[in-house]
């Protein structure tokens, strides 16, 4: 399962990390259009995982899900290099991230159901490790071989069909589920709008500085296009991810770590303060290098960050509705991802990329403010010692 994760990032990214300089300089779309594009994209996936792992329960066949997920992925490939508009584009990044949305769930239940309890930890760790390894190489892959093709970016998206074709292949042949969940059962649905109303207010706070947080990130997109806007050249512009990977992966751990003695709101706090450096470097570059520190602190932020939300979904959700409380934030983030590109890509063609990351600053800053909020709020509410109960 490691190595499925590791082949299908390898191909995703080799595309990814190119898109936006195809979509604007080959395809002639604007950069309102390469946002609606990312947007649509990420946000059909974050909805997609809302359903599917409620669906492998269905279903009780995880690994048919997680082969119907993959292959979807791998068979989007080829589109890519033969794209001749930016909607055919739009058509192959949809169909590409509803895979992702459809395997996410399916995937993780499916490696939980074939380790035993005392080498699961390890298990996702590998699956996870093999993952951002993939991510990596990718862009990587995809430098060498604009360097050999002579800068053939459709050469290049031909060639990441191969890793998606392996990732499928190692999934139907290498991987064999547990026959116990082979039988369909009974799945409750994984939102019951009954139960949205009984989300006490904590739950609904972290929702709403969730929907501004993501407001304030939106897609990896533009990043490659500021580096190219600034003179990077297009062989080396997968770069940009490839540096905001490293920082990702090499910082989420020990955060994540970290967020089980300190306040996660302070630490989500430090994230924004981060993502709001990284803003006003991209919105400001006016060389490579400077665009560089921008991507680097973004991913800095991202390793910050990411998790940490989810972890206060589960801090302040009942914890009986926690499967319905993951479903909502979901979706309440994935609806605000697509606004967030959009809105990005928008201002980015009316007044230029500095409109497009200082409106990224500002929502930074008010999901700071909105966390400030709640950590204070939650600090009034904590009884003084004198009134706790002893080993409390």
Do not use: C
């Not at 390898?10 to 950069?31: D, Q, Y």
Request: hydrophobic residues 55%; proline residues 5%.
């Amino acid at each position: 399962m490691g190595f499925v994760s590791l082949f299908m990032d390898i191909s995703s990214e080799m595309i990814h990390s190119l898109l936006p300089v195809f979509l604007v300089t080959t395809l002639g779309a604007s950069v309102a259009l390469v946002g609606v594009i990312e947007g649509v994209s990420e946000a059909s996936a974050s909805i997609t995982k809302v359903f599917s792992g409620w669906l492998s329960d269905r279903l009780g066949n995880r690994k048919l899900l997680a082969v119907l997920g993959y292959g979807l992925g791998a068979v989007s490939k080829p589109f890519f290099p033969l794209a001749v508009t930016p909607f055919e584009v739009l058509g192959a990044r949809f169909a590409d991230r509803i895979g992702k949305g459809v395997r996410g769930a399916p995937r993780d239940a499916l490696v939980a159901d074939i380790t035993e309890p005392g080498t699961r930890g390890a298990a996702f760790g590998l699956r996870q490790s093999l993952d951002t390894i993939g991510a990596f190489m990718g862009p990587v892959i995809a430098i060498l071989l604009m360097l050999a093709l002579a800068g053939n970016i459709r050469a290049v998206f031909a060639w990441a069909v191969v890793p998606g074709v392996i990732a499928v292949l190692l999934l139907v042949f290498g991987v064999e589920e547990p026959k116990k969940h082979g039988e369909a059962r009974a799945a409750r649905s994984p939102i019951r709008w009954s139960e949205v109303r009984a989300m006490g207010r904590p739950f609904w706070s972290v929702v709403a500085v969730g929907v501004v947080f993501t407001m304030a990130r939106f897609s990896e997109a533009f990043l490659v296009l500021r580096a190219q806007d600034v003179g990077l050249t297009m062989a080396l512009v997968p770069a940009v991810m490839i540096v905001m990977n490293v920082v990702y992966a090499a910082v989420a751990a020990p955060v994540g770590a970290l967020s089980d003695h300190l306040d996660r709101r302070m630490l989500l706090v430090l994230g924004l303060g981060v993502l709001v450096l990284a803003d006003l470097a991209l919105a400001f570059a006016t060389s490579i290098g400077v665009v560089l520190i921008g991507v680097l602190l973004w991913g800095l932020h991202m390793g910050m960050t990411q998790g940490l939300l989810a972890a206060l979904i589960a801090d302040t959700a009942p914890a009986r509705l926690r499967g319905t409380a993951f479903g909502v934030f979901n979706l309440a983030t994935g609806v605000a991802l697509l606004a967030a590109s959009s809105l990005a890509g928008g201002l980015w063609s009316l007044a230029g990329p500095q409109a497009a990351f200082l409106s990224g600053a500002v929502f930074s800053l008010v999901a700071m403010i909105g966390l400030a909020s709640l950590h204070m709020r939650a600090r009034r509410s904590k009884p003084p010692p004198s009134q706790r109960l002893p080993g409390a």
